[in-house]
Nanobody, 121 residues
Framework: QVQLVESGGGLVQAGGSLRLSCTASGSIVRINVMGWYRQAPGHQRELVARINSGGTTNYADSVKGRFAISRDNTENTVNMQRNSLKPEETAVYYC???????????????WGQGTQVTVSS
């Protein structure tokens, strides 16, 4: 069974930095798109950044120039370095991977459990 485990959340002051990581486990052969989403209280979940297997990245306009997503295919890990954080970016951050090709089949639209990030003003 495929599992995504996120780490790196926590409390940071405005203007500070945090690095999030998400590692997938479970007989994985290849992962196509790996991405990060966030959901703030009272808001819908939104895309923050994603990266495909070829290394092409997409970012939400609000984070361009401050966030950087990267992946390590040998470790099945996606990372996101976030700088100059703002209080309004307080949210639960979720890792998403789609699809994941495994030794027993393909798993679509897989989510991690989420990690809380709080940015204090």
């Amino acid at each position: 069974q495929v599992q995504l485990v996120e780490s790196g959340g926590g409390l940071v002051q405005a203007g500070g930095s945090l690095r999030l990581s998400c590692t997938a486990s479970g007989s994985i052969v290849r992962i196509n798109v790996m991405g990060w989403y966030r959901q703030a209280p009272g808001h819908q979940r939104e895309l923050v950044a994603r990266i495909n297997s070829g290394g092409t990245t997409n970012y939400a306009d609000s984070v361009k120039g401050r966030f950087a997503i990267s992946r390590d295919n040998t470790e099945n890990t996606v990372n996101m370095q976030r700088n100059s954080l703002k209080p309004e970016e307080t949210a639960v951050y979720y890792c998403n991977e789609d699809p994941i090709f495994t030794g027993w089949g393909t798993k679509y639209d897989t989510w991690g459990q989420g990690t809380q990030v709080t940015v204090s003003s």
